[in-house]
């Protein structure tokens, strides 16, 4: 059995050249493995594309992948061995306990801003999301200027469509 830095070194030889990991928890995975309860200890990943479990073993590994699209939900509870965080992708219930990383609550916030989304690199999450928002909050307001007078429909037309072309 590996520690987390161990597993974190060799899950880098699995994940993608565009695949960044930004958060990472140790703990135990919960799962059934030829219809029996096991346990396995490694470390659970977020990146810009899914989640990524991954557990070192003597002769091997174990590795699961959950991509953001196929999560429907999240929670975090504590207990006396730690935190436990449980995960539904795909409807099935994923379960790792025992953590005790204090950055928990950083990797929770990670994987609920991308619960249901699309894979993506990490930085097109943010080149790709941000400015359609932005855009849009923009054209709101050239319309309420267009509706008390302050500009005339020809200039908000052609913001308009400067705007659309951005996105």
Request: net charge positive; no cysteine.
């Amino acid at each position: 059995m590996a520690n987390a830095k161990k597993n974190l070194e060799e899950l880098k030889n699995h994940i993608q050249q565009d695949e960044e990991i930004e958060s990472h928890i140790f703990g135990t995975y919960e799962t059934k493995i030829l219809g029996k309860e096991s346990v396995r200890n490694g470390v659970l990943v977020a990146t810009g594309k899914r989640i990524i479990f991954y557990a070192k073993k003597m002769f091997g590994y174990d590795m699961e992948v959950f991509p953001y699209s196929n999560i429907s939900s999240i929670e975090v509870g504590k207990e006396l061995m730690g935190h436990k965080i449980s995960f539904f992708a795909s409807g099935n219930k994923v379960t790792v306990k025992w953590i005790n990383s204090k950055n928990i609550m950083e990797f929770v916030s990670i994987v609920r801003d991308r619960i249901g989304k699309k894979e993506q690199s990490s930085t097109a999450a943010t080149k790709d999301t941000i400015p359609e928002k932005n855009q849009t909050k923009k054209i709101k307001e050239l319309k309420e200027l267009l509706d008390i007078g302050a500009i005339t429909t020809e200039e908000f037309e052609t913001k308009k469509k400067q705007l659309l072309d951005m996105i």
